[in-house]
C-alpha cells in the first residue's frame, strides 16, 4: 500500500514570508502528526488532526498552524518565516493506537 | 516536560563490532519506542516496549526497558553497514492525543 506523502519534499522561502505544506496519510488512517525536526531541538510535536480535529498542540508559536479535511489529507502553515523554522517537517499518520509512520519530510529552507 | 536524553550523541564503529546506546528520561515512560531514521527519510518503528524489565529482540538488535520504566538500552550485535543511521527512542503519551516525545538521538555510522 502507498506511504505517507508529503509536499513538496524542499521549499526554500524568504524571511516574512508564509509556507503551506502538505501531507496525504496512508488510506484509512484518520490519525495525522506533524514534527519540525532541527539539529539544536531534535524532532518535537507541532499539533495532532483525528478527524479535522485538532486533538493536541505542542509548544510552538501561533504562526505555526494546520488543518485536516475529511480526507484526512492535512496541510500545515507557516506565516511570517523566521530562520529559525528552516528544518525538516515530517508528518505521520496512524489508526487509532497502531504504529505512527512518517512522510520523507518537507525540507523547507528560509534565507 | 518530559526529557529524554540519548547517549551518546555520535558513535561510530567498524563492521562487525556491537555496540549499546541508551535512553534516559526524566519522568516514567507511558511506553517506549525506538526508531530508526535514514538520511533523506522518516523515522521508522523499530520496536515497543510497555512492561518494566522487559527484553525485545529483532534480529541483530536487543531491546531492555528498565525495570521502574525510566531508561531504555539498545544493543546491536555484529554491526553492519545498513545498521547506519540515527537512533531514537520515544515515548508515546497514553492519553489518546497521539503525541510522541522523542528523544535527542544517537548518530550512528558503521563503518566497512
Not at chain 1, 506511504?3 to 503551506?20: A, E, F, N, S, W
Given at each position: 500500500k502507498a506511504g505517507v506523502t508529503q509536499t513538496p519534499r524542499y521549499l526554500i522561502k524568504t524571511r516574512g514570508q508564509q509556507v503551506t505544506l502538505s501531507c496525504s496519510p496512508i488510506s484509512g488512517h484518520r490519525s495525522v502528526s506533524w514534527y519540525q525536526q532541527t539539529p539544536g531541538q531534535g524532532l518535537q510535536f507541532l499539533f495532532e488532526y483525528f478527524s479535522e480535529t485538532q486533538r493536541n498542540k505542542g509548544?510552538?508559536?501561533?504562526r505555526f498552524s494546520g488543518r485536516q479535511f475529511s480526507n484526512s489529507r492535512s496541510e500545515m502553515n507557516v506565516s511570517t518565516l523566521e530562520l529559525g523554522d528552516s528544518a525538516l517537517y515530517l508528518c505521520a499518520s496512524r489508526m487509532l493506537n497502531t504504529e505512527a509512520f512518517f512522510g520523507q519530510g518537507t525540507r523547507l529552507t528560509v534565507v | 516536560t518530559q526529557l529524554l536524553e540519548q547517549s551518546p550523541q555520535f558513535l561510530s564503529i567498524q563492521e562487525g563490532e556491537n555496540l549499546t546506546v541508551y535512553c534516559n528520561s526524566s519522568s516514567v515512560f507511558s511506553s517506549l519506542q525506538w526508531y530508526r531514521q535514514e538520511p533523506g527519510e522518516g523515522p521508522v518503528l523499530l520496536v515497543t516496549v510497555v512492561t518494566g524489565g522487559e527484553v525485545k529482540k529483532l534480529k541483530r538488535l536487543t531491546f531492555q526497558f528498565g525495570d521502574a520504566r525510566k531508561d531504555s538500552s539498545l544493543h546491536i550485535t555484529a554491526?553492519?553497514?545498513?545498521?547506519t543511521g540515527l537512533y531514537l527512542c520515544a515515548d508515546i503519551s497514553n492519553f489518546g492525543n497521539e503525541k510522541l516525545t522523542f528523544g535527542t538521538g544517537t548518530r550512528l555510522t558503521i563503518i566497512p
Amino acid at each position: 500500500k502507498a506511504g505517507v506523502t508529503q509536499t513538496p519534499r524542499y521549499l526554500i522561502k524568504t524571511r516574512g514570508q508564509q509556507v503551506t505544506l502538505s501531507c496525504s496519510p496512508i488510506s484509512g488512517h484518520r490519525s495525522v502528526s506533524w514534527y519540525q525536526q532541527t539539529p539544536g531541538q531534535g524532532l518535537q510535536f507541532l499539533f495532532e488532526y483525528f478527524s479535522e480535529t485538532q486533538r493536541n498542540k505542542g509548544n510552538f508559536p501561533g504562526r505555526f498552524s494546520g488543518r485536516q479535511f475529511s480526507n484526512s489529507r492535512s496541510e500545515m502553515n507557516v506565516s511570517t518565516l523566521e530562520l529559525g523554522d528552516s528544518a525538516l517537517y515530517l508528518c505521520a499518520s496512524r489508526m487509532l493506537n497502531t504504529e505512527a509512520f512518517f512522510g520523507q519530510g518537507t525540507r523547507l529552507t528560509v534565507v | 516536560t518530559q526529557l529524554l536524553e540519548q547517549s551518546p550523541q555520535f558513535l561510530s564503529i567498524q563492521e562487525g563490532e556491537n555496540l549499546t546506546v541508551y535512553c534516559n528520561s526524566s519522568s516514567v515512560f507511558s511506553s517506549l519506542q525506538w526508531y530508526r531514521q535514514e538520511p533523506g527519510e522518516g523515522p521508522v518503528l523499530l520496536v515497543t516496549v510497555v512492561t518494566g524489565g522487559e527484553v525485545k529482540k529483532l534480529k541483530r538488535l536487543t531491546f531492555q526497558f528498565g525495570d521502574a520504566r525510566k531508561d531504555s538500552s539498545l544493543h546491536i550485535t555484529a554491526a553492519q553497514p545498513g545498521d547506519t543511521g540515527l537512533y531514537l527512542c520515544a515515548d508515546i503519551s497514553n492519553f489518546g492525543n497521539e503525541k510522541l516525545t522523542f528523544g535527542t538521538g544517537t548518530r550512528l555510522t558503521i563503518i566497512p
